[in-house]
């Protein structure tokens, strides 16, 4: 009998979950729900990102369009009343773009509209010219004999599909990511791809590509997806040779900056609650999508949330600077604030265009399904259901998920995000101002419940 009993303890110890958020008081679930509702009536996300791009603009890290958006987010901070607003340095390598042109010399001549990748290397001044040698996929590239390679132009076809998640996005852009370190091992003379994107436009998409060490850098473009056809069509009648000229270079280091604003908390104003975008974008448009629609929606979701009732911990408003150059920023924040992780209690970045949010996912050292179903009905009239538990967080909070914190994603629809990334194209007239506040809804919910919820979501989450 005894041991009868003894072993029905056991079974109900092992078996009691243990929450560690304390499910949220009715008072917090109502205030998250009416500040829900007032976000879904507030324009003000529209009108930062109207500013932004309106009155900055392109702004690739390092360059003069950098430098005056880091001044523009201190005084919209500032203009919007944070508690705390200031700037921590970053030390970027700027590129620039300069001039890039290309051309079918052979056998029907026709210009092809191009972008140079960021961080390529340009041309010699008198251009390359050279026969091109194709590749359907980045797979088939690397599978190559050097043979094949050397002395050509490497021409990458495969074209991105359009997905939800972006989760085609991740394979896709290997071509950019890692095709000139390979082409340029193989004695390739520069690289040609497919644009990573999901458009017909003809207009090239830009984006990071990187070296490696010890191998031969060889300037590195992406052609609009209608001129990679055209590309295709010429050589199934034959050999093609293509001229290319680039003045892409590198600049002297420089220091932009991490820019921060903050809702002090009133309970717990040391432990911090994450959110942001990043501040930087690629030159060719003006940055709406990428990424000022995630700065609009978290500096608007922070300063609503103040107007409504200050918080128990404090919200951190992260403008992260030089995402698109390698998360300079973000890796920049991760080492300044190592020590600190256990105060930095959760996080997500809005870094994934302006499309309405579908699912939400969250990652936690335990166990929290009654927070997280009352988040999940908090969500829910905003069309938002319940995800998975290994949030991805968002680029800039990598460095931080890789320190241990706890992290959560409100996932865009992405589907006509790739369109646009990275072009002349991502521009505020793309912006759906009802998505943006449906964005912003949720940021409110997410942000408030986070800060208020007692209970830690543990650190050293390992997965
Ligand atoms: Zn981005």
Do not use: C
């Not at 990275?422 to 800060?451: G, M």
């Amino acid at each position: 009998m005894k041991k009868v009993y003894y072993n029905f303890l056991l079974l109900l110890v092992i078996s009691l979950p243990i929450y560690a958020v304390k499910p949220l008081e009715q008072s917090a679930l109502d205030t998250a729900a009416e500040l829900r509702d007032k976000a879904l009536k507030s324009d003000l996300a529209y009108q930062i990102l109207e500013s932004l791009t309106t009155e900055v603009g392109p702004r690739l890290a390092g360059s003069e369009g950098d430098v005056r958006a880091v001044a523009w987010a201190e005084n919209k901070f500032t203009e919007l009343k944070f508690d705390r607003v200031w700037k921590e340095p970053v030390t970027v390598t700027p590129w620039q773009r300069g001039v890039a042109a290309a051309e079918i010399l052979k056998p029907f001549p026709q210009p092809l509209v191009i972008s140079a990748l960021g961080n390529s290397v340009g041309t010699p001044e008198e251009g390359i010219r050279a026969e091109i040698v194709h590749f359907a996929t980045f797979a088939d590239l690397q599978a190559a004999e050097a043979a094949e390679v050397k002395g050509k132009i490497v021409f990458i076809s495969h074209k991105m599909a359009k997905t939800r998640d972006g989760s085609s996005y991740g394979r896709a852009v290997q071509a950019r990511s890692q095709g000139a370190a390979v082409a340029g091992e193989k004695g390739a003379k520069a690289i040609l791809i497919r644009s990573i994107g999901t458009d017909d436009d003809r207009l090239a998409h830009t984006g990071l590509m990187n070296y490696r060490e010890n191998v031969n850098r060889i300037p590195a473009a992406a052609l609009s997806s209608p001129d990679a056809d055209l590309l295709l069509r010429q050589l199934q009648r034959g050999a093609v040779e293509v001229g290319l000229t680039m003045e892409a270079s590198v600049a002297e280091p420089f220091t932009t900056y991490n820019v921060i604003g903050e809702i002090r908390g009133s309970e717990r104003p040391d432990e911090v609650i994450i959110i942001g975008g990043h501040l930087d974008s690629w030159d060719l448009g003006t940055g709406a999508v990428d990424d000022g629609a995630g700065v609009a929606i978290t500096m608007a979701a922070a300063k609503l949330i103040a107007e409504q009732q200050r918080p128990k911990r404090t919200i951190r408003v992260v403008l992260w600077a030089a995402e698109e150059v390698g998360l300079i920023g973000a890796k920049a924040y991760a080492e300044k604030y190592k020590a600190e992780m256990r105060q930095h209690i959760t996080g997500a970045e809005s870094d994934f265009g302006a499309g309405p949010i579908w699912s939400f996912d969250w990652r936690s050292a335990h166990d929290e399904t009654p927070f997280i179903d009352q988040l999940a009905q908090l969500l829910a009239p905003l069309g938002i259901k319940k995800g998975h538990d290994k949030a991805n967080g968002g680029p800039d909070l990598y460095p931080l998920r890789g320190l241990g914190m706890s992290t959560f994603a409100l996932r865009q629809d992405g589907t006509d995000y790739f369109d646009l990334h990275h072009t002349a194209n991502d521009t505020l007239d793309k912006v759906n101002p009802q998505h943006l506040q449906q964005n912003v809804a949720a940021y409110v919910v997410f942000a408030f419940a986070v800060a208020n919820a007692d209970g830690n979501f543990g650190f050293n989450l390992t997965y």
